[in-house]
């Protein structure tokens, strides 16, 4: 069975033009590098907010999916899930916390196309997303923010948008059989200096460079036997 490469892509939040510009960085590199295969994209989620184009992002991902069907994998993120309950659930609190934390920047994307805010399309796309992807013959696991380092698969969507504990950070402390020979690959954390972060021998890769605050939007390309190739937007 031929092996699949892939290309994880971490916290887009708006930035549109980064994204389309790290997907022609890796057509080019396809091209040049890998003699044309296949790639598996995987978004990683938080797609959205404070960025300036959440909406396009949404579009562009929604139309790629239409185009290549399961070769492009978009996973929900907590700053989705967010939005989803601020404006499914009529709930002030949570409206009033996704607005602080990034929301007015997508709600102001809807406007300038003339809408009022989210499309039903668009919230039963983002509602639709997993929150992790799994290839167990490649030994890869895809999530947003991290897995129970004890009890994964069993950790719930919860856990998989929003973790950040210590001792998932820390390959060392994972128990969960499920994770022996597996690598996570994740966003949600931005890395300190703005860098993708290979950790404890490459079992878990961090792409979230922070490309909202100062650094760049990252896509780790991942070829079976290699190690993770980095580029750039």
């Known amino acids: 069975m031929t092996q699949r490469v892939y290309c994880a ?3 887009i939040h708006g930035e549109l033009d980064r994204l389309k510009d790290l997907h022609d960085q890796l057509a080019f590199h396809a091209r040049r590098h890998l003699r044309n295969a296949d790639v598996t994209l995987v978004h990683l989620g938080d797609l959205i907010d404070r960025g300036q184009d959440s909406c396009g992002v949404v579009d562009y991902l929604m139309d790629l999916e239409a185009r290549i069907g399961p070769r492009a994998v978009t996973l929900r993120g907590n700053h989705e899930q967010m939005m989803i309950e601020a404006v499914r659930e009529d709930n002030t609190e949570s409206r009033d916390s996704w607005l602080r934390w990034g929301g007015e920047e997508t ?6 196309r003339g809408m009022e805010g989210p499309s039903d399309h668009h919230l039963d796309w ?9 290839d167990e013959t490649q030994g890869l696991i895809f999530v947003h923010a991290g897995v129970d380092p004890n009890n994964f698969p069993d950790c719930g969507e919860r856990v998989q948008m929003w973790t950040r504990r210590k001792d998932f950070f820390d390959a060392t402390c994972w128990t969960a059989p499920d994770l022996v020979g597996q690598t996570v690959v994740h ?7 703005n860098a993708p972060e290979v950790a404890h021998g490459g079992r878990r890769i961090n792409v979230d460079t922070g490309a909202v605050y100062g ?3 990252t896509a780790a390309i991942l070829v079976p036997g290699e190690a993770p190739t980095f580029l750039h937007s």
């Open 9 to 11: 892509i971490g916290d």
């Open 215 to 217: 650094g760049k939007l």
């Open 187 to 193: 966003g949600h954390s931005p890395t300190e200096d």
């Open 107 to 112: 709600m102001d994307s809807y406007r300038r």
């Open 126 to 134: 983002l509602q639709s997303l997993p929150t992790v992807h799994r």
